[in-house]
């Protein structure tokens, strides 16, 4: 397996929760290496956003919030405020942070599974092992697309593309494209294919614009609805889908432009393009499934207890902890999937597990 390390605590993805319960294991005077470790997949700072589509920039990106300790404005320049790419400024931004803080994180470095052994967590990695006493995981959900299955998908002669496989608008021009999904993505990439090309759009039920400005009471009550579900068990949903679909300039635009004509679900897939159940067709060259994500946590099935349904019971202050091994902190899971929700994750979960553990 290569080098082996010892450690107390051990954080698996330096994305904005696992930099910020980083933060809070510094404040509290540990060290990196020594105390605690980071294990990140990816090769450079960034988390997900590195891996973001260039057309998204930060005028059209829905929030980015700051990490603990460190605004992220302060690490733009004034020309760049709105412009520059979110796959660029991130990652710096991310980069920066790292330093700033003072922690070293130990990456490209891919988690393979996790065991348990005598009380202590033994950790495989793709390149070296590492053994602790308690785990805060980040891994989110970048690495787990969704797509569902549907009758003839492995007809279809065309191209099946998901969310992260997006790069540009121009890549579709010429070709039919079914962009399915009704969340902020979907909108986002419906909006710059329909720009070159021609569209259909399909979504599971009819979406729901939200009118006005989403407030902190809004927020709070969409988190609480997610946070509800783990707290029983149930696999969450995703913030967003609770929270409906802002009503921007752009979506205005597109209204306007004619490209927001829903049609709901297909039922089967051709070689040629899907089809649904009055028998209707409409022939495609791509299918573009923004159908979301799965929790990415196959590296923990030997040491997480599973329910029924496959949901994972959570407790704690936020609901990270998993409560049949409170060793194990879900940060970024559920409830604190967004950005905001991550940062107050991490700190949570460094407070519960230092107690736990009685460090």
Known sequence: MGL????????????????????????????????????????????????????????????????????????????????VQANVAVPRYFSLYE????????????????????????????????????????????????????????????????????????????????????????????????????????????????????????????????ENRVRQGLAPLSVVSVTGLPLTEAVLRMKERGVLHRLPMFTEITAEGIKWEDESEQKADVILWNTGFKNSLSHLDAVIPREANDGILMDGALATRVSKEPRIHLAGYGPSASTIGANRAGRAAVRELMETLGL
Do not use: C
Not at 140 to 167: C, V
């Open 4 to 83: 082996r390390y010892k450690t107390r605590i051990a954080i698996i993805g330096a994305g904005q929760a696992g930099l910020s319960a980083a933060y809070h294991l510094r404040k509290s005077g540990w060290e990196t290496g020594r105390d605690f470790i980071i294990l990140d997949e990816a090769p450079q700072p960034g988390g997900a956003w590195q891996y973001r589509w260039d057309s998204l920039t930060l005028s059209t990106v829905n929030r980015i919030h700051d990490l603990p300790g460190m605004s992220f404005t302060d690490s733009l320049a004034d020309a760049e405020a709105k412009e």
């Open 99 to 226: 330093k700033t803080i003072g922690i070293e994180v130990f990456r490209p470095m891919k988690v393979l599974q996790v065991l348990r052994h005598d009380n202590v967590f033994h950790i495989n990695t793709d390149s070296a092992s590492f053994s602790a006493l308690g785990i805060i995981n980040a891994t989110g959900t970048w690495n787990m697309p969704y797509i569902p299955e549907y009758p003839g998908a492995a007809s279809f002669l065309g191209e099946q593309l998901h969310t992260r496989d997006y790069k540009t608008a121009e890549y579709f021009r010429g070709k039919h494209v079914v962009v399915v999904g009704g969340g902020i993505s979907a909108i986002q990439l419906l909006d710059a294919v329909s720009k070159v090309t021609s569209t259909t759009w399909v979504t599971r039920r009819p979406p729901i614009f939200r009118e006005g400005p989403f407030d902190d009471v809004a927020g709070h009550q969409a988190v609480q609805m997610v």
